[in-house]
């Protein structure tokens, strides 16, 4: 059982903590329970049964009227509401709801009904990365358990490949090369696939070596694949001190080719090599991958700089 303080449920569902209050007080929607220092406290259920309430209070329904509802025509209701393909926090609210429960089918409907209306990567820009970030704010509280984030994970990870399989084929021969990589003991997936598929649909041809890979093997990688550029991924490896390191020799292997690089620790304060790009948003990286001519013929490139 989660144990959220109100902020927690502030962040979570994008409900005020002072509406919160209210709802509690004057509708009993929230039972918490009193720490012997009277602080409120939540439970699992508390926060499903605030996101139910939000979505539907976000559709028109009134306070006093969703206060009424049982649990199963509460779930009922937000089960049968008119989908909005731009009600982005709506969908996240029942992503949320349904990871609570450990509910398979209904996450992969929430995520298929997302891509059916927004398209595909309009549903993990504004559907599946803020799901992913109230995810990371449930982990830092402990409110959130190994279980219940493996299967968002791995979910997400079976739409990203599939959505991939399905593009057309890119002639390694006639298109800009990447290589995509994770570094040795990096598990954290999710961004480089769905970086594979960007570079992908936009004509380039990426040689994807995904988790876990010593950096030492590029060099064999490079001279027979010839790239134009790697990128990688650092979200929790290298430790945070040895980032540098890890860049130096990353730099050293491939000296002659773009590094990008990508995710929370490619963030710190480091000297970037030469050839080094740091990647601040996604949406950064979308809009590189567009700028970049994807066919192999045309090398005139102008590279982002750490200013911009």
Request: hydrophobic share 45%; glycine share 4%.
């Amino acid at each position: 059982m989660g144990h959220f303080s109100i902020s927690d449920l502030e962040q979570l569902s994008g409900i005020k903590a002072h509406t919160i209050r209210i709802w509690e007080q004057r509708y009993g929607i929230l039972r918490p329970v009193r720490t012997a220092t009277n602080i409120r406290t939540y439970c699992d259920d508390d926060l499903r049964r605030l996101l139910n309430v939000a979505t539907l209070c976000n559709r028109g329904y009134r306070i006093s009227q969703v206060a009424k509802l049982t649990e199963q025509e509460l779930a009922n209701a937000v089960v049968s509401c008119d989908d909005d393909a731009h009600n982005y926090c709506q969908q996240v609210n029942g992503l949320l709801a349904a990871m609570l429960e450990m509910n398979e089918l209904q996450l992969t409907n929430l995520l298929n009904q997302a891509i059916q209306q927004a398209g595909f990567e309009q549903a993990i820009l504004h559907v599946a990365y803020p799901f992913l970030q109230r995810i990371g704010v449930m982990w830092q509280t402990g409110t959130v358990n190994p279980a219940q984030e493996h299967l968002v994970t791995n979910l997400l990870r079976q739409k990203l490949m599939a959505a991939t399989d399905a593009l057309p084929p890119v002639q390694p021969a006639n298109a800009r090369r990447w290589v995509l990589f994770l570094p040795e003991g990096e598990m954290h997936e999710l961004a480089l696939l769905f970086m594979n598929y960007i570079l992908r649909a936009r004509g380039h041809h990426v040689l994807y070596l995904g988790q876990n890979l010593p950096v030492s093997e590029l060099k064999a990688v490079c001279s027979a694949y010839q790239p134009y550029a790697a990128l990688t991924v650092l979200t929790a490896v290298p430790e945070r001190d040895e980032v540098q390191d890890f860049v130096n020799e990353l730099h050293q292997i491939c000296p002659d080719i773009t590094l990008f690089l990508y995710g929370p620790l490619a963030q710190l304060n480091f000297k970037m090599p030469p050839n080094a790009v740091r990647l601040r948003l996604i949406t950064d990286f979308i809009a590189l991958a567009e700028g970049i001519c994807a066919c192999a013929c045309d090398r005139k490139v102008e590279l982002p700089t750490e200013a911009s």
